[in-house]
T-cell receptor
Framework: GQQLNQSPQSMFIQEGEDVSMNCTSSSIFNTWLWYKQDPGEGPVLLIALYKAGELTSNGRLTAQFGITRKDSFLNISASIPSDVGIYFCAGHAGGTSYGKLTFGQGTILTVHP | DAGVIQSPRHEVTEMGQEVTLRCKPISGHNSLFWYRQTMMRGLELLIYFNNNVPIDDSGMPEDRFSAKMPNASFSTLKIQPSEPRDSAVYFC?????????????FGPGTRLLVL
């Protein structure tokens, strides 16, 4: 079945640093999504990407849909303590999957003040 | 919009008891997903529905787990009998499937502890 490899698994950074994480897939996706999960909460959608090559920003967050449609990255600029959490990538293959997503394993981000 | 609503937010029960988790999807969404999250296994898809019909339940761990969606605004996930290894956070998510732009929106989760 489809698998998403998300890296890195965890990151420990200083406040103010930039962060980069990525996901790669063995198969093509039509949609890439990035979620953030705060401790004790459900995943919250950060950015959605629907076209190959698309580059989208949401405040300090920037994400890109890879040209091959098999990868995506998320960058966070000038990190702050509230960026702490788990970041998940997810892909949608399209077709008759009824909205089913394939999730990466998550990147645990720790930001030291 | 109120978002996906789940209840209860926390559940503590004893082994052998029946547990029922509830979910109200976002109004107008036609697909509903149940996930389980643990430290060991991460986020696992258990079952999902489209237009109230179960599409794929291959992620349901065993016969002790069952899910229903009697109408477009309500779904339940039931564990009977519960076991300590069922302790996890259970999420419900909903989406508008079949459209051009697929996304899923998650509820806050139910934290289940089986003693």
């Amino acid at each position: 079945g489809q698998q998403l490899n998300q890296s890195p698994q965890s990151m420990f950074i200083q406040e103010g640093e930039d962060v980069s994480m990525n996901c790669t897939s063995s198969s093509i996706f039509n949609t890439w999504l990035w979620y953030k999960q705060d401790p004790g909460e459900g995943p919250v959608l950060l950015i959605a990407l629907y076209k190959a090559g698309e580059l989208t920003s949401n405040g300090r967050l920037t994400a890109q849909f890879g040209i091959t449609r098999k990868d995506s990255f998320l960058n966070i600029s000038a990190s702050i303590p509230s960026d702490v959490g788990i970041y998940f990538c997810a892909g949608h293959a399209g077709g008759t999957s009824y909205g089913k997503l394939t999730f990466g394993q998550g990147t645990i981000l720790t930001v030291h003040p | 919009d109120a978002g996906v609503i789940q209840s209860p937010r926390h559940e503590v029960t004893e082994m052998g008891q029946e547990v029922t988790l509830r979910c109200k999807p976002i109004s107008g969404h036609n697909s509903l997903f149940w996930y389980r999250q643990t430290m060991m296994r991460g986020l696992e898809l258990l079952i999902y529905f489209n237009n109230n019909v179960p599409i794929d339940d291959s992620g349901m761990p065993e016969d002790r787990f069952s899910a229903k969606m009697p109408n477009a605004s309500f779904s339940t996930l039931k564990i009977q009998p519960s076991e300590p290894r069922d302790s996890a956070v259970y999420f419900c998510a909903s989406s508008i499937a079949g459209g051009f732009q697929e996304t899923q929106y998650f509820g806050p989760g139910t934290r289940l502890l089986v003693l």
